[in-house]
């Protein structure tokens, strides 16, 4: 069984940075993608980041330029540096991996609120 565990989230004022990091534990192979989802209220959960095992990576257009993601393959762990937060950024923020054997795995989600 593979546990993701997310924190770092919390309140930030508008043009703010926050850090998310995700760990994993458990029967753990390791990962190909390993990646951040965010779900807003009243909206669908969308992409925001993933980085291959490799270190290839993938941003949404709207945070291109002002977060960052990093993944720690040995400790299976992957991070979120995120800069510049606007209100949009409001959302629900989850970690998501695909084991080498193709299996997804979630977090249970970490709040991140961008109000002045």
């Known amino acids: 069984q593979v546990r993701l565990v997310e924190s770092g989230g919390g309140l930030v004022q508008p043009g703010g940075s926050l850090r998310l990091s995700c760990a994993a534990s458990?029967?753990?192979?390791?990962?190909?993608?390993m990646g951040w989802y965010r779900q807003a209220p009243g909206k669908q959960r969308e992409l925001v980041a993933a980085i291959t095992r490799g270190g290839s990576t993938n941003y949404a257009d709207s945070v291109k330029g002002r977060f960052i993601i990093s993944r720690d393959n040995a400790k299976n762990t992957v991070s979120l540096q995120m800069n510049s937060l606007k209100p949009e950024d409001t959302a629900v923020y989850y970690c998501?991996?695909?084991?080498?054997?193709?299996?997804?795995?979630w977090g249970q989600g970490t709040q991140v609120t961008v109000s002045s």
């Open positions: 458990g029967s753990i192979l390791g990962f190909n993608v």
């Open positions: 998501k991996a695909e084991s080498i054997l193709f299996t997804d795995y």
